[in-house]
């Protein structure tokens, strides 16, 4: 630093200061009403004060308003006997109104608390041994609280835990300056927190003091204190989500409130079944096609069979490499049964009539427009089904799967009386509409492709109107159906455009069972 001097008379600097004076009295004078901010010589901590303190506060029982906006405050007076990490930390996202929280952690000494314990501890045993003496038998509550302080003092001595003292308060305010809203938002928060096991308690006095615990300053002046040991001082805190993130997952997006991965194996479950909803054009197709493309990546085993009757998924099925299955030139039998490996038959072809006789419930309800099967009939196709595959050897070692000519030819043989015998002339009116010839055809014979790809593509651009075509959607779910049954694996089938499925009675139950049997 370079340093100037120079000489100046006595007098001129004295008449100099004066000068200066003088006006830096004007200068205070004419800004006096002007914030300290403005004045070089302001004292810093009224600088800061007039930066940070709200304008206009307003204080009532239970109430305190801020420039305007009302806000409640409260104190956890009970905290829940059992929590998960940061279940504080869920209040703070997707909520309707504003939520302030601060927290006064400080430590206590340990030894400070072991001599209390051992104060608690002399008592209770002088109380156990007076109600043994006396012959009382209800002492297990004093047993147990015994052990409880016996674990928790050792804890303590081995220094495994710390001890705090923790005290937590919240501050509601609503997104508009409105009383009764602030009053709702309250309302929700706290019933929000006594779900919990929580229990809050509303500040209804010393609002300026509960007001300030809320500034930097950070200072407690309530003193709402609990004694809590490092574990229960953790789980309080407010920035820490609980993330999903299984280790044999797939990505499915990120956490709206940390950004954190939502890492999910679907299959982890006890049900892995999803439906992806949302307007028109808001991406489910695209989200579906991540899933399944990170599936493909992320297990080399897993198996895909995507239903498409719109055409969507082609560019997925292109890239990965995908089997396809014309749709309308492929032979696939709806009666195609597998007998998984340590299932019984019986219990298979259970199963199998059940969507069997759903298919059918198809074709007569949509396929001969509103005729459906009357119970007679119903009772009847399915002992005419049951009959075709008994004779076909199911059950045995070896066994070939029957076809719906085969039903047909069964129906006269299962009619017991005149009733039935109708019933069975009905019914094989109407299944004519399966000859071989007819454009049902492709149902009523062997099935001539075979599943060998990870992916199935299942390809309906030969078909016109399919989602004019309740059968042909249900045929080929009951006929995709039958090889997941058989199949052992992780396997995902892909139902595009479900709402054309869902509008139909039969193709409804066949799902919902499905879905519940998967």
Not at 101 to 130: C, H, W, Y
């Amino acid at each position: 630093m370079r340093t100037i001097s120079a000489t100046v008379n006595d007098n001129t600097q004295a008449a100099r200061r004066d000068v200066a004076i003088r006006k830096k009295d004007k200068r205070v004078k004419k800004r006096s009403l002007l914030p300290k901010l403005l004045d070089r010589d302001g004292h810093r901590e009224e600088v800061d004060r007039s930066i940070i303190a709200p304008e206009l506060i307003e204080v009532e029982k239970g109430l305190i308003t801020v420039n305007g906006n009302p806000i409640v405050l409260s104190y956890v007076s009970v905290y829940p006997a059992k929590v998960y990490k940061g279940w504080i930390a869920d209040e703070f996202a997707w909520k309707p109104f504003r939520l302030d929280f601060t927290q006064f952690i400080e430590p206590v000494s340990g030894e400070r608390v072991i001599t209390e314990l051992n104060r608690k501890i002399t008592s209770l045993e002088g109380k156990l041994a007076e109600m043994r003496r006396k012959g009382r038998i209800d002492t297990q509550h004093i047993e147990q609280e015994l052990e409880y302080l016996y674990r928790y003092r050792e804890e303590l001595t081995a220094r495994r835990i710390r001890l705090f003292t923790l005290s937590t308060y919240f501050a509601v305010s609503p997104l508009k300056n409105d009383r009764e809203a602030a009053e709702d938002a309250h309302a929700e928060f706290m019933q929000k927190m006594k779900s919990k096991g929580a229990q809050p308690k509303r500040i209804r006095y010393r609002m300026l003091d509960a007001f300030k615990c809320f500034l930097p300053e950070g200072k407690d002046l309530l003193r709402r204190r609990i004694l809590v040991d490092s574990d229960a001082a953790a789980s309080c805190f407010p920035f820490v989500f609980p993330t999903i993130m299984h280790p044999t997952g797939v990505l499915y997006g990120f956490d709206a409130a940390t950004r954190a991965p939502v890492i999910i194996d679907r299959f982890s479950f006890a049900g892995h079944n999803e439906i992806i909803v949302g307007k028109i054009g808001s991406g489910k197709s695209f989200f579906v096609k991540l899933e399944m493309l990170r599936w493909f990546i992320n297990d080399p085993k897993i198996k895909i069979f995507l239903v498409d009757p719109l055409g969507g998924f082609t560019d997925l099925a292109e890239v990965l490499g995908a089997q396809r299955i014309v749709v309308g030139k492929a032979t696939m039998n709806p009666l195609d049964i597998i007998i998984p490996e340590g299932k019984k038959p019986v219990d298979v072809l259970r199963e199998k009539l059940m969507a069997l006789m759903e298919f059918f419930s198809t074709f007569f309800e949509e396929e001969e427009v509103g005729n459906p099967m009357d119970k007679t009939e119903s009772g009847v196709l399915r002992k005419a089904i049951q009959k075709a595959y008994e004779e076909k050897g199911f059950g045995g070692s070896e066994f070939e799967t029957p076809i719906i000519d085969d039903v047909i030819a069964k129906l006269d043989d299962v009619a017991e009386n005149q009733e039935e015998q109708s019933a069975a002339a009905r019914l094989k009116s109407s299944l004519q509409a399966f000859s071989q010839k007819s454009e049902l055809g492709m149902f009523n014979g062997r099935t001539n492709v075979d599943i060998y790809g990870r992916i199935v593509y299942f390809d309906f651009s030969e078909v016109e109107g399919v989602v004019r075509s309740p059968l042909l959607l249900h045929a080929v779910l009951t006929w995709i159906d039958s090889r997941v049954r058989g199949e052992s694996g992780r396997k995902i089938v892909v139902i595009d455009e479900a709402h054309y499925f869902m509008r139909y009675k039969p193709i409804r139950a066949f799902l919902e069972r499905s879905v519940r049997h998967s």
